[in-house]
């Protein structure tokens, strides 16, 4: 290496070999390292010319203990530059901080970076959005396939409990039925089946299915208190969002397993898991929102669901409440908050009628006087194959 007196780098004459790729064999060169790029002198032909840090690029990136430095110019193709020796290489690592190890892993994370970023802002659009993957495949399942992943969840949630068949209260519930599913506008049928059962509760299904229990009519004090527990889960029907839980809980390919007649393992228990599932505070709000108006479309009074939720809440506060219960009780699935009776208490009021009349209430309310063994557990067809 050729120096000149200096104590800066700047003037520090470095040995280097030199081939600008169109002749044979490489020529030696001396190299400094000047203020915006690499002074070149070739010593043979005399040739000076300067290659811009900017431009460099580096045979193997410049590591701490780099023992030389093979370059090249995106502006001079072709050409290459050998520089031997530690103290080139630490300070170049210095000028074009871009050849260095450190650098070359960040050009390599960089896109992952990206990548990263972009996955995080497209979840964060579809939580602005409220889009859901497993609401847009529940969408498109077929209505008969919805309806027997929902006959499995209630095959599963009712085993041990008998149906309610008395045939007044069958026409009392039937009545009911039609007028609020007429009022939902949807154009499908709903189908509620009653199970003599002590909870206090309703579920939706999937498959525009509804299970009420003896335990709910037990403690409703009016046909309109059990219309707005209905006109709820049809809400909750409407929007899908039985179909969109289970899907969301063991995965569509489970819940195909379901449909197509599966038992085993943990999906045996797919009633269980869709009442435990809960709903979400969107979920409940869409409900709420959908039984309003169904009540107003049909000219029920709001004000029976809102009073089923007021006495339902100071119920659920007692101590002695057995355990069971309050595990699988109406307000442990749909939570009767502040803010939802405040929505039933601000509805306009609108010319209404009783749900049922007093002798259809009390029939409905004798339902379970007559009950027979639930269906044994069949496996459906193969909801590919139309139905019969």
């Known amino acids: 290496m050729a120096s000149s007196a200096a104590g800066s780098d700047d003037h520090i004459e470095y040995y280097a070999r030199f081939s600008d790729g169109k002749s044979a064999g490489a020529r030696d060169a001396?190299?400094?390292?000047?203020?915006?790029?690499?002074?070149?002198?070739?010593?043979s032909p005399h040739v000076r010319e300067v290659w811009s840090y900017a431009n460099l690029r580096s045979g193997?990136?410049?590591?701490?203990?780099?023992?030389?430095?093979?370059?090249?110019?995106?502006?001079?193709?072709?050409?290459?530059?050998?520089?031997?020796?530690?103290p080139f290489a630490a300070a170049l690592m210095m000028r074009a901080p871009h050849l260095t190890a450190r650098a070359e892993r960040w050009r390599h994370a960089r896109p992952w970076i990206g990548l990263a970023v972009v996955i995080a802002a497209t979840g964060a659009a579809v939580y602005v959005s409220g889009w859901s993957p497993a609401r847009a495949i529940a969408t498109g399942l077929p209505d008969s396939w919805r309806q027997r992943l929902g006959q499995q969840a209630i095959t599963s949630m009712t085993e041990g409990y008998k149906k309610c068949v008395d045939p007044r209260g069958l026409d009392a519930l039937r009545s009911l039925n039609d007028r609020l599913a007429d009022a939902t506008g949807t154009g499908r049928p709903f189908t509620i089946v009653v199970y003599d059962w002590p909870l206090t509760n309703a579920f939706a299904v999937p498959g525009d299915q509804i299970v009420m229990t003896q335990g709910l009519l037990a403690k409703a004090e009016s046909a309109d208190?059990?219309?707005?527990?209905?006109?709820?889960?049809?809400g909750h029907g409407i929007e899908l969002h039985p179909e969109t839980g289970i899907i969301r809980a063991v995965g569509l390919a489970a819940a195909v397993e379901l449909m197509m007649g599966g038992s085993s393992g943990g999906l045996a228990n797919i009633g269980l898991i869709l009442a435990q599932l809960g709903s979400t505070r969107t979920a409940e709000r869409e409900a709420d929102l959908q039984a309003l108006r169904v009540l107003r479309q049909?000219?029920?009074?709001?004000?029976?669901?809102?009073?089923?939720?007021?006495?339902m809440l100071a119920l659920e506060k007692k101590d002695d409440m057995p355990s069971q219960l309050k595990q699988f009780d109406i307000l442990s699935t749909h939570p009767p908050t502040e803010e939802r009776r405040a929505l039933v208490e601000r509805q306009e009021p609108y010319a209404a009628t009783s749900a049922l009349s007093k002798a259809a209430w009390n029939d409905l309310k004798g339902i379970c006087a007559i009950t027979v063994e639930a269906d044994p557990v069949r496996t459906p067809a193969d909801p590919r194959q139309p139905a019969p």
């Open 30 to 43: 001396t190299v400094t390292l000047g203020l915006s790029g690499l002074e070149i002198v070739q010593a």
């Open 60 to 86: 193997e990136p410049l590591r701490e203990r780099a023992v030389d430095a093979l370059l090249r110019s995106t502006a001079s193709a072709g050409a290459s530059l050998f520089v031997p020796g530690q």
């Open 225 to 234: 208190e059990v219309a707005g527990v209905l006109a709820h889960e049809m």
């Open 298 to 311: 049909a000219q029920i009074s709001p004000a029976g669901l809102g009073n089923f939720f007021k006495r």
